[in-house]
């Protein structure tokens, strides 16, 4: 049998019979070190190499180069879980592409061979593949086309800016306070050992840990509803906000922000962002209306205590002035 | 592998180095160097302040106190602001009668274009300098050896110059133009800047005179020059003039931009104080030289190439396609050179940034400038994926490459896993629905790479491949013949896998540390790469002595993909440059000096990513209109010296063959 047949029979039988036979093993509820979806894409990759290489299968370059797209968008598609936004996966895909294009591109004798068969389509050599492709172009334009026009109710998406540069100063509770210099002032005699006592406060050990306490309390008496009671965005509340709530897991939040930024966001709430953050969209209060400033420094302390980060500090960064 | 001489690689590598040490290294350590510098001075002002008062205190009443100011930005040895007299006039309260304008376009777009098309040229005019001296100096230095190819680079480098000679005189109508839109719409703030920078200005001016003799002398003086071996020596000198002129200027007309971003030197009010080295040298001065430099380098081989690439594509005869593909890849060689330390530099600047107001960093890296530099992350991608399939496709012609072309396929991945991680951005632009699908702002695998730790070392990674590829490109053609050369393939082979090794564990350890201690991995990562790239380079090269060679570069058969990849890099250069240029001006918001001089005018405001990609692009297409005609305006006289004296035309090495 012609060999670029079998490699492309290799490709879509081995596709077919891992996506719908093997893929449901790898993804059980409980998501181990094995079996996991990312095991599964490693697997089906290396059977792919592991049958060309035993069955000395070399297909063509544009085959491969399909292969090769393929393969980024099933894992963009498929694989990746849970699913990415459109904008995403577009832009991975673009890369990828452009990936599949240096790869075919790499020498001119590949880009030459890959060339071969579009060339020969368009001319008129491979008659049946004019004719398919002739055919199929008109049909996949207009069905973008009706795709592009038919009404669509999603929101727009907007380009929101998620961490705002704050302001030199912020005034609450009618003292104003330097966000640059301005450090927290329950963040006294922090041993840096505190994880051990997680999950149990021991408030009486440390004068620290007990405002880590009193933090919690105003935390899970005012912020768990949206933040979540695992401080990870995910409240019961949560998911009827866009923005959502933001998630203090993430390393990209509170862990590279300074805790004078954050004193500041929770006291303005939502309406105290400037404009290119949409304060009009934004579904937290200004907590100063609600909470005294010890409150608000506690439940901050809290925050950085239970997620195990740090607050950003530019001490050690000072300019040669 | 620049041509028939197998020392030349090692020569030109080594020129290239060198030149690049003498950029790195006083921007290394001038922060230890400056501090040191400026304690003493700041001691010595202290004592000169001090002395004057106590003078003042003696003499009584009736005399004329001098007024002190505190700076804005220095600092004495106790951390208190420094203290200078009041030399100058406040800034002024800029009301609508301090700006003008046209009823066709409004101000700031019309300062914007004036400025940008100045520095596009004026960039490229101080890059061919940078290229003629190092060109000039392997041309010497190879005459003994190899006359023909001397002949060769001597012939470029005097090209180059006649190109940059048309594009000087381009730069400095440009820069009026620049001055009169500036004075014209914004009568007020010049002013106040002119008050400033007076003196600046006049040296700026007398030291253009300078630049304009020396290039003069170089330029006509190159064929006499030529004849004698002593006065060649003179004239490669000249060089190192021009570029030595070339950038004090530059670094002159940085301290305005660098004043306005980020001043030092005057009082809150805007009043000068006294020491015009202090409004000179303000915190960003150093960082910002130093990125021009290398950008401009870069800027400069993209638009040789550029140049190059388009002769390649219409020569006629297969000598001036050789000619042309081996001009492309001296361009190419000069500008990957320049491009793997730039984002190095960039990364200093923003430190600087950061570390003059926490405020602008979060402006720019997570504020409102945020999507300008996503842009940017792609348009640094396209770069190295232009730089790597140059690379490749130059390789391919190479006999003996078949060897290393086996891996290219692998270095493409890795770009394209590296850049991917490198371009995922931490806040995703997505519908409330495709929110509920993820279940959460932050994606919980790709979610990982929206922070710095990420970034850092997808870049390094991405540089290391680069460094890899251009290894493998130098040694494609040799069969290397050093009795260690199995030692000398496990070192670059180890110091390869090491630095990834480190790079990755470096970039995973970031995530367990506080964001302070994590900027400070970046210094061990950059470090990394950049050992792979001198200690890789020099073990290379090391290993070329007594090599045979495979057969030379068929100069004159690069594939097109490998040609247009050239366009690619220096249309997106011209492009990013723009749009850094952009970013780093428009930080400043409403302000025309930092929190001293407010920008009350009506355009005072952040354009939307939309209009300023369009202004970009205007930019791009306008600039590279002008290219085209001082290109085609250098070639005229390019072909009369032809007609009139063709045997002094060097015959390129295959063909004489």
Same mark, same amino acid.
């Given at each position: 049998m012609n060999k670029t047949l079998v490699s492309f029979l290799v490709f879509v039988v081995g596709l077919a019979v891992f996506h719908n036979a093997i893929f449901p093993i790898f993804t059980p509820k409980e998501i181990g070190w094995i079996l996991n979806r990312y095991v599964y894409f490693l697997l089906f990759v290396a059977y792919l190499i592991i049958t060309h290489f035993v069955l000395r299968l070399k297909p063509p370059i544009a085959m491969m180069g399909l292969f090769v797209w393929s393969i980024g968008f099933y894992f963009y598609k498929f694989v990746l879980y849970p699913p990415i936004p459109w904008t995403l996966f577009i832009t991975y895909m673009v890369m990828w592409s452009i990936g599949t294009f240096l790869y075919i591109s790499q020498d001119p004798e590949t880009f030459r061979e890959f060339r071969k068969p579009i060339v020969k389509t368009i001319v008129g050599e491979y008659k049946f593949a004019q004719i398919i492709l002739l055919t199929a172009m008109p049909i996949l334009v207009g069905f973008g086309t009706y795709k592009t026009i038919y009404p669509s109710y999603q929101e727009p998406v907007e380009l929101r800016t998620v961490h705002p540069a704050p302001p030199a100063t912020t005034k609450v509770h009618g003292k104003t306070y330097p966000l640059e210099s301005t450090n927290n002032p329950f963040r006294v005699d922090e041993q840096d050992n505190y994880k051990d006592s997680f999950p149990f406060l021991d408030a009486d050990k440390h004068e620290y840990m007990k405002y880590v306490t009193e933090g919690g309390t105003i935390f899970f008496q005012n912020c768990h509803y949206c933040h979540g009671d695992q401080l990870n965005g995910l409240g019961m509340f949560s998911h009827v906000f866009n923005p959502t709530p933001a998630n203090f897991i993430d390393p990209g939040t509170i862990a590279m922000l300074q805790e004078a930024f954050i004193f500041w966001r929770v006291s303005k709430g939502g309406p105290g962002l400037p404009n290119e953050s949409t304060p009009w969209s934004s579904a937290m209060p200004p907590w100063e209306e609600h909470l005294n400033t010890e409150e608000i420094w506690k439940v901050i302390l809290f925050e950085y205590w239970y997620t195990g980060w740090h607050p950003r500090t530019f001490g050690t960064e000072g300019s040669e002035g | 592998m620049l041509g028939k001489n197998k020392r030349s690689i090692a020569t030109f590598s080594l020129g290239l180095i060198l030149a690049m040490a003498i950029y790195l290294v006083p921007g290394m350590t001038s922060d230890a160097i400056a501090k040191e510098v400026f304690a003493e001075q700041v001691f010595a002002e202290e004592a000169f302040a001090k002395e004057v008062m106590a003078e003042e205190a003696v003499e009584g009443e009736g005399e004329a106190e001098i007024e002190w100011g505190q700076d804005v930005f220095y600092k004495d040895w106790e951390g208190n602001p420094l203290k200078g007299p009041v030399s100058g006039f406040p800034a002024p309260e800029l009301g609508e009668s301090d700006y003008n304008n046209y009823e066709f376009a409004p101000s700031r777009m019309l300062l914007w274009v004036a400025n940008q098309q100045h520095l596009y040229f004026g960039s490229f005019v101080l890059a061919v300098p940078i290229f003629c001296m190092i060109i000039e100096f392997i041309g010497i230095r190879t005459k003994e050896e190899d006359p023909v190819m001397s002949a060769k680079y001597d012939r470029l480098a005097h090209d180059l110059m006649k190109v940059s000679l048309t594009a000087y005189s381009w730069t400095a109508i440009l820069g009026g133009i620049l001055l009169f839109t500036f004075i014209t719409l914004f009568p007020g703030f010049f002013k106040y800047m002119a008050g400033i920078f007076r003196p600046v200005m006049h040296v700026y001016a007398l030291m253009f005179l300078a630049e304009s003799g020396v290039l003069y002398v170089y330029y006509y003086g190159w064929d006499r020059m030529s004849e004698d071996k002593f006065l060649k020596w003179i004239h490669c000198s000249l060089s190192v003039l021009l570029n030595l002129i070339g950038t004090v200027l530059m670094y002159l007309a940085n301290s305005w931009a660098t004043f306005m971003q980020a001043p030092g030197g005057i009082d809150s009010q805007g009043r000068f104080l006294g020491n015009i080295w202090h409004v000179i040298h303000s915190t960003l001065w150093n960082p910002v030289g130093v990125h021009r430099i290398l950008g401009n380098i870069v800027f400069g081989g993209g638009i040789v190439g550029a140049y190059a690439a388009y002769h390649y594509l219409t020569a006629k005869t297969e000598e001036e396609r050789a000619h042309y593909d081996w001009v492309c890849y001296v361009a190419m060689f000069i500008a990957i050179f320049g491009l793997i330390p730039l984002p190095f530099a960039g990364y200093w600047l923003m430190k600087e940034v950061y570390a003059f107001r926490q405020q602008m960093g979060i402006t720019l890296m997570g504020g409102i400038m945020a999507w300008l530099f996503i842009i940017q992350a792609v348009m640094i991608g396209l770069l190295f994926f232009g730089a790597n399939s140059y690379l490749h496709n130059g390789m391919s012609r190479v006999k003996g490459s078949h060897r290393y072309m086996k891996y290219c396929k692998y270095m493409i991945l890795l770009?394209?896993?590296?850049?991917?991680?490198?371009?995922?951005?931490?806040?995703?632009?997505?519908?409330?629905?495709?929110?509920?699908?993820?279940?959460?702002?932050?994606?919980?695998?790709?979610?990982?790479?929206?922070?710095?730790?990420?970034?850092?070392?997808?870049?390094?990674?991405?540089?290391?491949?680069?460094?890899?590829?251009?290894?493998?490109?130098?040694?494609?053609?040799?069969?290397?013949?050093?009795?260690?050369?199995?030692?000398?393939?496990?070192?670059?082979?180890?110091?390869?896998?090491?630095?990834?090794?480190?790079?990755?564990?470096?970039?995973?350890?970031?995530?367990?540390?506080?964001?302070?201690?994590?900027?400070?991995?970046?210094?061990?990562?950059? *470090?990394?790469?950049?050992? &792979?790239?001198?200690? $890789? &380079?020099?073990?290379?090269?090391?290993?070329?002595?007594?090599?045979?060679?495979?057969?030379?570069?068929?100069?004159?058969?690069?594939?097109?993909?490998?040609?247009?990849?050239?366009?690619?890099?220096?249309?997106?250069? *011209?492009?990013?440059? $723009?749009?850094?240029?952009?970013?780093?001006?428009?930080?400043?918001?409403?302000?025309?000096? &930092?929190?001293?001089?407010?920008?009350?005018?009506?355009?005072?405001?952040?354009?939307?990513?939309?209009?300023?990609?369009?202004?970009?692009?205007?930019?791009?297409?306008?600039?590279?209109?002008?290219?085209?005609?001082?290109?085609?305006?250098?070639?005229?006289?390019?072909?009369?010296?032809?007609?009139?004296?063709?045997?002094?035309?060097p015959v390129p090495a295959q063909q004489q063959q």
């Open positions: - | 770009l394209i896993c590296t850049f991917t991680m490198w371009m995922t951005p931490h806040t995703i632009v997505m519908t409330p629905a495709e929110l509920k699908a993820m279940g959460g702002a932050q994606h919980p695998v790709i979610g990982h790479f929206g922070v710095m730790s990420a970034k850092n070392t997808a870049v390094n990674l991405m540089i290391t491949t680069t460094i890899l590829c251009f290894l493998l490109y130098q040694k494609a053609n040799k069969k290397i013949n050093v009795p260690w050369a199995t030692v000398g393939n496990c070192w670059i082979s180890a110091i390869f896998v090491g630095a990834a090794l480190n790079i990755i564990f470096l970039g995973v350890y970031g995530y367990f540390l506080p964001a302070n201690q994590r900027v400070g991995l970046s210094v061990p990562q950059v *470090t990394t790469t950049l050992t &792979t790239l001198f200690a $890789g &380079t020099a073990i290379n090269i090391s290993m070329f002595k007594d090599s045979e060679s495979y057969g030379d570069i068929q100069w004159g058969t690069q594939s097109k993909v490998g040609t247009y990849a050239i366009f690619l890099l220096a249309i997106s250069f *011209t492009w990013l440059m $723009g749009l850094m240029g952009y970013i780093r001006s428009a930080v400043r918001l409403f302000w025309h000096v &930092t929190e001293v001089v407010r920008d009350n005018s009506v355009d005072a405001y952040t354009l939307t990513i939309g209009e300023a990609g369009k202004m970009l692009t205007f930019n791009t297409l306008f600039v590279w209109t002008q290219f085209v005609v001082v290109f085609w305006v250098g070639s005229l006289t390019g072909k009369k010296a032809v007609a009139k004296a063709p045997e002094g035309v």
